[in-house]
């Protein structure tokens, strides 16, 4: 079969990929299609959804605990919100299994927009890393707005030999499982940028998963461990100290926060991992109420403070209608399973 997305299926055959990878593809295109029906209902009614909507308080579910940098968005945006529509957006945590928790309680809410999801990157990976999920990700959560993409940096402990990409790839080539690389757990966007780093240059690294960024972090200073692929604003003050040496970005393009880093895909061309967060909905939310908190998202998207706060925690912002953001999750999800079959990862 054949699939129409960047990242899909091109060149393989049915043999490669059962039915179930057939089935996940067909949701994966429902994405991005409902988010552009619009058209599908009468102007009157359409416009009569977008007046009444919120007449009451609204709930952002973040599915990681708070303080962390996704919580800090989802508090920046749902205070924007708050304020252009006149009702309190109120951010809810309910962290656990890798976000799963959080993402569930949206596919099962009343699809009226008064619950609201903070997607980011571990709703791709997990809908390929969870095989028994209660909940299908594409099919029964509608995208309404992204907001932000960022990347992930390549750090190293400053005793390691490498000082370039190339360097790093000959001496891991040079000495197989020799290198270990820190992540923030099985299955999280920073292991995966690792193991697609891995497939694609044919080096094999040691995967050592720790609970969080803070603990891998620490050994990565202390030199238990030799590479991570870590945040921006995790590693920033590390690499300007010099405690931790940087050797590239995980974006197609260089950082603004560090111009004079190049990227990985410099060296191993069509690499990239970028860390992505947006907004999605109940599927069968009115697209009156979708559109709206488009346009309002997209408003607070070009807003310079909001800009300014976005790249602060390490992202670029990514406008743009839901039929947009449905289509870049839906090849996030289809690329991220495709390297998690590759590498048979399984969650811990």
């Avoid at 069509?270 to 999605?280: L, P």
């Amino acid at each position: 079969m054949r699939c129409v997305l960047g990242y899909g299926l091109v060149g393989s055959t049915p043999e490669d990929h059962p039915t179930g990878a057939v089935v996940k593809l067909a949701h994966r295109r429902q994405f991005f299609h409902r988010a552009a029906g619009a058209a599908a209902l009468p102007a009157f009614s359409r416009f009569a959804w977008a007046q009444a909507y919120p007449s009451r308080l609204v709930r952002l579910i973040v599915s990681f605990p708070a303080g962390g940098g996704v919580d800090i968005l989802a508090r920046l945006l749902g205070q924007w919100l708050s304020e252009r529509l006149g009702q309190s957006f109120i951010i809810e945590n309910r962290p656990g299994a890798s976000g799963n928790i959080g993402a569930e309680a949206v596919a099962r809410a009343s699809p009226d927009g008064y619950t609201l999801l903070l997607i980011n990157s571990s709703n791709a990976i997990n809908a390929t890393l969870y095989d028994k999920l209660n909940f299908n990700f594409i099919a029964d959560i509608a995208p309404v707005a992204g907001i932000s993409a960022g990347p992930s940096v390549m750090v190293l402990h400053p005793s390691f030999p490498a000082k370039t990409v190339p360097e790093l790839i000959a001496y891991a080539k040079a000495n197989p499982d020799k290198v270990n690389f820190a992540s923030t757990g099985t299955g999280s966007n920073v292991h995966l940028a690792g193991e697609l780093f891995m497939t694609m240059t044919g080096v094999k690294m040691l995967h050592v998963p720790y609970r969080g960024s803070a603990s891998a972090l620490t050994d990565l200073l202390g030199g238990q461990v030799q590479v991570m692929f870590t945040s921006i604003p995790a590693s920033i003050e590390y690499i300007k100290d010099g405690k931790l040496r940087a050797l590239a970005v995980t974006t197609a393009a260089r950082s603004e926060t560090f111009p004079d880093i190049p990227t990985v895909g410099d060296f191993v061309p069509g690499y990239e991992a970028i860390a992505v967060n947006g907004i999605g909905a109940p599927k069968n939310t009115p697209v009156a109420i979708i559109e709206r908190l488009n346009k309002e998202i997209n408003a607070a998207l070009v807003d310079p403070k909001i800009k300014a706060r976005l790249a602060d925690l390490g992202g670029a912002v990514i406008p743009g209608t839901p039929a947009d953001f449905g289509k870049l999750m839906a090849e996030e999800t289809e690329k991220w399973g495709k390297v998690v079959r590759a590498a048979n990862i399984k969650p811990s």
